[in-house]
């Protein structure tokens, strides 16, 4: 299984709003270069430290990309196969891995496999690639019935159970590894999905390259029915990693309650000494393309600095949605997620702290300098109700971890063992602070963290 992203920072990008697309796709106009605003960006993206890009649905759909008509054919709002070989090559030339959005679920309406159905009604042959299809009346008025994902018929579920199209499928995420270099795909609606159809997808990719990187959405249940790892109980699924939904509500909620017991205890749950995931690299993420942007869910726009210290610092790759990485503020509309999805114009002209671009900056350099923080385990020192002090440790390598959501210094006391020494701040260079008995006491800023080595 892929290694590489348990040490990577991901850039998350949904592309037909970054781009500033439009919001439908007339499925006949000529393709506009629009990834072209992107792949300009990429030296910026880069510059902050990021050396993974998750790109969101890329190929050809009716609007918002996750209702897709051809998954071998590029969004004709967002380019051709050309632009997004461009975007692929300079993105490896920065040295970035490369993650596409891989939507097997459903399609849109307009995909021709539905269109014959709809044309042919269920004498078509292309009935046996959908979900449930029978006799009746959809929504939409034809004389069939069929099933939409999570009761959205717009969206019409696949028959993963059939053979060509599980191939197709397959195929097609086969040709975006040779057609474009990628590294990996995140599995859209992962949970609803047949695992062993996963199991073949994953398979097939990694035959075709090794260390091909497969993680799942997955919004609730046990993650270890998608991926496995060490110390995992019962049968391990076939992926990778799994989105962290938990953690990611715990983040921010933790700081809008002052109750770090909450974002606390799903850490131990997942990763401590007896954490159901110990071992296994979950997508760690503060906000995305569905959810509202973290800073218009804090209290106060400071905390956004001591959130994004544990989301460095915590187990599990770090994930960045653009524009957030200088507070981007934005709020789901009730009937649309467009608000969160602007182009990246729009989301930098909502930010309300551009200092925590060079923040977040500091930050990754940091785990990129320190394994422990990359590939170490989990334990609790301890814990306040705006404070929490952890240890991370990867083959010998210690470090101390003390975060404080407090708009006051916070003073804190940790047990960490060990002879005496001194314990010197990597994150902000020039404190340092002796254990003694195994004790270890240091003054902890205003929201922020330190982040503590042996000298």
């Known amino acids: 299984m892929a290694d590489w992203a348990r040490d990577a920072i991901f850039y998350h990008v949904y592309p037909l709003g970054f781009c500033g697309a439009p919001r439908r796709n007339d499925l006949v106009s000529a393709p506009s270069p629009r990834l072209d605003r992107l792949t300009a960006d990429l030296a910026r993206i880069a510059g902050l430290g990021f050396d993974a890009l998750y790109l969101g649905p890329l190929f050809e759909s009716v609007a918002h990309g996750y209702d897709p008509v051809d998954w071998r054919r590029v969004d004709r709002r967002l380019g051709d196969r050309e632009a997004l070989a461009r975007l692929c090559a300079k993105a490896k030339g920065f040295g970035m891995r490369i993650v596409f959005d891989a939507v097997f679920n459903h399609v849109g ?56 199209t599980r191939a197709e499928l397959i195929g097609a995420a086969l040709s975006w590894i040779d ?18 159809f996963l199991s073949e997808l994953a398979s097939a990719c990694r035959a075709r390259k090794g260390e091909f990187w497969l993680l799942g959405e997955a919004v609730g249940g046990d993650y270890r029915r998608l991926a496995g790892g060490e110390g995992s109980l019962g049968q391990a699924g076939p992926l990778d990693s799994v989105t962290n939904y938990e953690c990611y509500k715990g983040l921010w909620s933790s700081h809008v309650d002052a109750n770090y017991f909450e974002i606390a205890y799903s850490l131990e749950r997942q990763f401590g000494e007896a954490g159901i995931y110990r071992g296994l690299s979950l997508y760690a993420f503060a906000d995305n393309h569905d959810v509202d942007r973290v800073a218009s869910k804090l209290s106060r726009d400071e905390q956004l600095y001591p959130l994004y210290c544990l989301l460095f610092t915590m187990p599990g790759p770090p994930s960045v949605y653009y524009g957030s990485e200088r507070g981007a503020k934005a709020r789901k509309a009730p009937d649309s997620d467009w608000p969160l999805r602007p182009s990246i114009e729009e989301a930098l002209a909502s930010c309300s702290q551009p200092d925590l671009e060079p923040a977040i900056t500091r930050l990754a350099r940091l785990r990129k300098r320190l394994r422990p923080l990359r590939r170490g385990g989990y334990r609790e020192l301890a814990l306040a109700s705006e404070s929490l002090v952890f240890e991370r440790e990867a083959e010998g390598e210690r470090a101390i971890v003390a975060v404080n959501g407090s708009s006051a210094s916070s003073r804190v006391e940790a047990r960490v063992g060990g002879p005496d020494c001194i314990w010197r701040d990597a994150l902000n260079e020039g404190a340092a602070y002796p254990s003694s008995g195994g004790v ?10 330190r982040v503590l080595t042996r000298a």
Do not use: M, Q
């Not at 057609?179 to 062993?196: E, T, W």
């Open 440 to 449: 270890l006491r240091l003054e902890v800023p205003p929201t922020w963290a």
């Open 109 to 164: 309406r307009e995909h021709p496999w539905f269109r014959a159905l709809r044309e042919a009604g269920l004498d078509s042959p292309e009935a046996a690639r959908f979900a449930r299809v029978r006799p009746g009346r959809s929504p939409y008025g034809e004389s069939f019935e069929y099933e939409g994902w999570a009761g959205h018929y717009d969206l019409v579920k696949l028959n993963l159970g059939h053979g060509p």
């Open 179 to 196: 057609d474009f270099g990628i590294d990996g795909i995140r599995i859209d609606a992962a949970d609803c999905l047949d695992l062993g």
